[in-house]
């Protein structure tokens, strides 16, 4: 499985909605408060993009040397319609300063230097630790999972549903729904008969590289679906 702190990395690095949450910025419309990018350095910081005058550059440039707190929150939601979409959430809390000189004109890049990192997701719960965080590489198929979950979805839903057939403890499975997509595997939403959802988790025989990787991972699941 993924380390927690890949999976962190993964969500910062995703296009998984992200905001800001600093002290006195309550009257803050949520959408000022949206990096419109960001990026992890080599040093394991946090470079968010924010117009100049955001909230959070005036708090930022306001604070000068001093110290500012804040935390990146994450959230994760399913690309595709299942019960309970939200499949994670992030925090990644330290402090903030700007970063003149980054960005083009118009904005400003801010740096935030990681104190401390939490995920809640699929996985579970865990505390990553800033060094773990900086080491980590994000999921190599963070840029295509939403395309490959929608085009399941949307053009292969009969070999989705094949999967079940997988399930050979869970005879009472009527729908299967694509839920996320790692180098590790692939996960299903299922209902059964009585509208329960539960998920499943299909293993890939090794852990998939690139695009390439996962069309052969795939084909071999749903080939042995069918068989």
């Known amino acids: 499985m993924p380390s927690a702190a890949e999976r962190t990395r993964t969500l910062v690095q995703s296009t998984c909605s992200a905001v800001l949450i600093l002290p006195g910025a309550d ?26 005058d955001a909230p959070a550059v005036r708090a930022a440039t306001h604070a000068q040397d001093d110290e500012l707190p ?32 980054i960005a083009e004109p118009g904005h400003m ?8 990192v939490y995920v809640d997701d699929l996985w579970g719960d865990a505390a990553v630790s800033p060094a773990d965080f900086a080491e980590a ?6 840029a295509y999972e939403t395309e490959v979950l929608q085009h399941l979805a949307a053009a292969h839903d009969d070999h989705v549903q094949g999967l079940g057939g997988l399930l050979a403890h869970r005879a009472d499975v009527r729908r299967v729904v694509p839920l996320s997509l790692d180098r590790f595997g692939l996960r ?20 998939v ?19």
């Open 209 to 227: 590289r690139d695009v390439h990787g996962l069309r052969r991972a795939m084909r071999a699941l749903f080939d042995a679906a069918q068989n």
């Open 137 to 142: 590489l994000p999921d190599p198929l963070t």
């Open 27 to 52: 009257g803050a419309r949520p959408d000022e408060l949206m990096p419109e990018a960001r990026v992890v350095g080599t040093d394991g910081e946090v470079f968010l993009l924010f117009p100049a």
């Open 188 to 207: 299903v939403r299922c209902r059964d008969t009585a509208g329960r959802s539960f998920d499943a988790r299909f293993d890939f025989p090794e852990p």
């Open 70 to 101: 804040a935390v990146l929150e994450l959230t994760d939601v399913a690309p595709v319609a299942v019960p309970d979409r939200i499949r994670g959430r992030a925090w990644v809390s330290g402090w903030l300063t700007c970063a003149p000189g």
């Open 109 to 116: 890049m801010l740096r935030l230097e990681v104190g401390e």
